[in-house]
């Protein structure tokens, strides 16, 4: 993971095109056989057995279908899906942009100015270890139930756990990679964007990773505790009033909401840490 | 991160660095945390926020310490702990031989990534009112979450860990004539074992996330969740609100080092369990 500065030359020599996208269209395949299975036996289990608190999935999805499908913006709640998404995802995106640039920016600090490096890290690992959930109380106490509030838990519980990652990703590259821009008298810009992020990316994408799951727990339990719209409280609001396919679409249409972020995660680990994989394969 | 220690070693002459250094981390860390109660403090004051919305650090600590003596609260901990250790448990009980079969078998291999793939990024907290409604507000509601929250972290571990032991050191045990099962037994699980509890040290974390979050949801389930919500909406004693986090926050930390300490104990072979260092 260190040799990570390598320059691009190694990518053309070794990915060979066809060899790339063979397994692409296999897997896809596979993952819609693997999704098209899991919901044959959802169906099939609760056709068997059937309860009152677990629906066919096919119903559900035809129920989510038909309730979900006005495109009024002042439509009642639960009735415009996009609308619930967006109010979802109006607290969700900014805090995770926040974090990152946070996160990077305090990150790079922390690894590279040792008084900060002793001064902080504690302090990160203190916040870091009150569990992202305990940190919700606190914050409702000092902001109030609005989106304030859930940003700011969020960007929090966020934070953290990415930070470490690209504190150990820039801890991580080689110091004899460090010393050679010394010796070439790299600007500071260069060497921060063109060395340590890069030879830190790879960190920095599995904290990333970490980061929009527990952005996405943080969200969705924010918006059960109080909020008045988004996916989170859609999925409560139909569970205190037993709407039991209501509840199941939206937890569907919550894995959903994960599934997309992942997804553009890998895509984009995918483009930027081409050279990385190509490396290490 | 090997190489980092290496040339630390060389530059500076290794006693004296080694000798010095935990007592001046230690100071540069009380300092620190000292300097950051410090400055929320005085952020508070400057910008006028009210002792109910930003009690004062020095109310919070002594909160903190009334906190710790007062039997309810080590209840509620007593009780978020055990619902999130027992899932704990049992998510390892199932998870890791399900992740070793799976791990060792090609074919089931691809299946099950994809499932894992589809399934992880399903927020757990997303499933708390389909459990509530299943389940009703209770520990086997928690423990529940905990399984399903912890099961994917160590599934997905074991897997790659028995998938990244080493072939050469598989071939070599065959060709002495160890059977498949001695192959198992005596290279496979010792050498992927101290990064499936990697996924265990990550699962704790997750696992004691997930508890309390529940608890904040489901009234009546107990904990600390519970309890923090209970001074929440006590609007005049919000600095128990602080301290009950705080000290959830150094049960987080006392798990951790317990796990890692487990961890050394239990994996002396190995690098990657021996805590991973600086």
């Known amino acids: ?281 | 991160m090997s190489q980092t220690v290496l040339k630390g070693t060389a530059r500076h002459p290794a006693s004296a660095r080694r000798g010095r250094r935990p007592l001046t981390s230690v100071a540069y860390g009380i300092a620190g945390i000292v300097a950051f109660f410090a400055a929320v403090d005085l952020a508070g004051v400057a910008a006028n926020v009210s002792r109910e919305q930003l009690p004062r650090s020095w109310d919070v600590a002594a909160t903190a310490a009334a906190v710790v003596a007062d039997p309810e609260f080590m209840h509620a901990v007593g009780e978020s702990l055990s619902a999130a250790l027992t899932g704990l448990v049992l998510a390892i009980l199932l998870a890791v031989p399900t992740g070793v079969v799976f791990g060792t078998n090609r074919r089931t291999f691809a299946a099950v990534s994809v499932l894992i793939e589809f399934m992880r990024p399903l927020p757990v907290v997303a499933l708390i009112p389909p459990a509530l409604l299943m389940l009703g507000a209770g520990a086997e509601m928690k423990v529940a979450l905990v399984i399903y929250s912890t099961f994917w972290i160590v599934l997905f571990n074991t897997i790659y860990a028995v998938r990244g032991v080493e072939p050469l050191q598989k071939d070599a045990a065959k060709v002495f004539g160890v059977s498949r099962l001695g192959v198992l037994a005596r290279v496979v699980l010792p050498s992927a074992a101290p990064f499936i509890y990697t996924g265990v040290q990550i699962a704790a974390t997750a696992a004691l996330l997930v508890t309390i979050g529940v608890e904040m949801l489901a009234g009546g389930s107990g904990g600390i969740g519970e309890w923090l919500m209970s001074y929440l909406n006590a609007i005049t004693r919000r600095e128990y609100v602080y301290a009950g986090a705080y000290i959830s926050g150094v049960l987080g930390l006392v798990l951790t080092l317990v796990l890692a300490s487990l961890g050394r104990l239990l994996f002396p072979w190995s690098k990657a369990a021996g805590g991973r260092g600086k």
């Open chain 1, 1 to 281: 993971m260190s040799s990570a500065t390598t320059t691009k030359t190694s990518v053309s020599l070794q990915g060979p095109r066809t060899a790339r996208r063979r397994p692409a269209a296999s897997g896809l395949l596979l993952k819609a056989g693997v999704l098209l299975a899991a919901g044959i036996v959802w169906e099939a289990a609760a056709r068997l057995f059937p309860s009152i608190f677990v629906p066919p999935l096919s119903k559900v999805l035809q129920h989510a279908w038909t309730s979900w499908s006005s495109l009024d913006p002042n439509a009642t709640f639960g009735t415009n899906v996009f609308a619930m998404i967006l109010a979802s995802f109006s607290r969700l995106v900014p805090a995770i942009v926040l974090a990152t640039l946070i996160g990077l920016v305090l990150g790079v600090a922390i690894a590279r100015i040792r008084i900060l490096d002793h001064l902080l890290t504690p302090v990160v690992h203190f916040i870091r270890a009150i569990p992202s959930t305990a940190k919700i109380p606190i914050f409702i106490a000092l902001l109030g139930i609005g989106d304030a509030m859930k940003i700011s838990v969020i960007v929090v519980a966020a934070l953290f756990p990415f930070m470490l990652n690209v504190i150990h990703g820039v801890k991580d590259i080689h110091d004899t990679t460090v010393d050679v821009c010394k010796v070439y008298r790299i600007n500071r810009s260069d060497f921060f964007l063109r060395v340590l992020l890069p030879g830190a990316l790879p960190q920095i994408f599995s904290g990333l990773r970490l980061m929009t799951m527990i952005a996405l727990i943080v969200m969705v339990l924010t918006e059960m505790i109080g909020a008045s719209d988004g996916v989170g409280y859609y999925v409560l609001y139909a569970e205190r009033r037993f709407l039991v396919l209501d509840m199941w679409a939206g937890v569907l249409l919550l894995g959903a909401m994960g599934y997309l972020f992942s997804f553009v995660l890998n895509l984009l680990e995918l483009r930027l840490l081409r050279w990385h994989t190509a490396q290490n394969s």
